[in-house]
């Protein structure tokens, strides 16, 4: 189990913070372990509480959400690309961003395509709020405070989740080809011939489609069932070839069973 330091405790030391939801796989926090393992980069894990207001947190680093990455009386960096080039420069090697230029610029507009705005993870979310914003007390129900945050934090609206099955398959299905090109060629990788950020990326926003099994990745059972939760079009789009990477990723590189 992760001993969480309180936001109080951890704005004045020295070193690196990570700020990390608590109790659940967030995939932008479980991204950012990953590339902090991967790179061997020590740090101390700090609260937060989903979709709650964190409002010692927000007095410490002026937002609320996770992760964020804090080093030394650096600004907070909550962006992936942000998080991801502070790794870099904390321990260059392995590279998780690939020298060649090009690599390089598939890299980061591979890495969006999960982890930006309108991206896998994005567009996950507006499909699993979806239900819960449909409800017709979703404006007054306590039960859904959490549901009400989220939705304001990610811009959901009733067309956002009508767009999100099919932004969400022609996301799959671009990294179905994308691995299946990389097979060919003999790569067991999404890019070049070694680990990218990318594959840290799809390894651990997979499980925003399928989770990892509960011995490895323990949740409770309402998340598993959201994330497990597809639709039709989203579950076609999933190519059996995409988990088996993810599992071959965090077999070969990450850590498991999950902590959170």
């Not at 990389?182 to 399928?210: C, E, H, N, P």
Request: glycine share 8%; net charge negative; charged share 25%.
């Amino acid at each position: 189990m992760t001993d969480y330091l309180e936001p109080q405790a951890a704005r004045d030391l020295p070193g690196l913070r990570l700020v990390l939801t608590t109790g659940v796989p967030g995939p932008w926090g479980e991204a950012a372990k990953s590339i902090f393992h991967v790179k061997k980069i020590d740090y101390v894990p700090v609260r937060q509480d989903g979709g709650m207001a964190n409002e010692a947190l927000e007095a410490w680093t002026g937002q609320t959400n996770a992760p964020q990455a804090v080093l030394d009386d650096e600004p907070a960096r909550s962006g992936w690309a942000e998080i991801l080039l502070l790794a870099e420069r904390l321990a260059p090697e392995p590279r998780l961003i690939p020298s060649d230029p090009r690599e390089r610029a598939l890299c980061f507009g591979l890495s969006h395509e999960i982890c930006g705005e309108e991206g896998l993870g994005w567009m996950r979310r507006h499909q699993i709020l979806q239900p819960m914003m449909s409800l017709p007390d979703i404006e007054t129900n306590p039960a859904l405070e959490v549901a009400r945050r989220l939705s304001g934090r990610y811009g959901y609206s009733a067309e956002s989740a009508a767009a999100a099955d099919g932004r969400v398959a022609e996301i799959l299905e671009l990294f179905r080809d994308q691995l299946a090109s990389q097979r060919a060629a003999g790569s067991d990788y999404l890019i070049g011939t070694s680990l990218s950020a990318v594959d840290i990326y799809w390894a651990t926003f997979a499980a925003m489609l399928k989770p990892l099994p509960p011995e490895l990745c323990p949740m409770s059972d309402a998340m598993r069932g959201a994330y497990g939760s597809m639709s039709p079009r989203t579950e076609a789009a999933l190519d059996d070839a995409l988990i088996a990477h993810r599992d071959r990723i965090y077999e070969r590189h990450l850590e498991l069973p999950l902590d959170f």
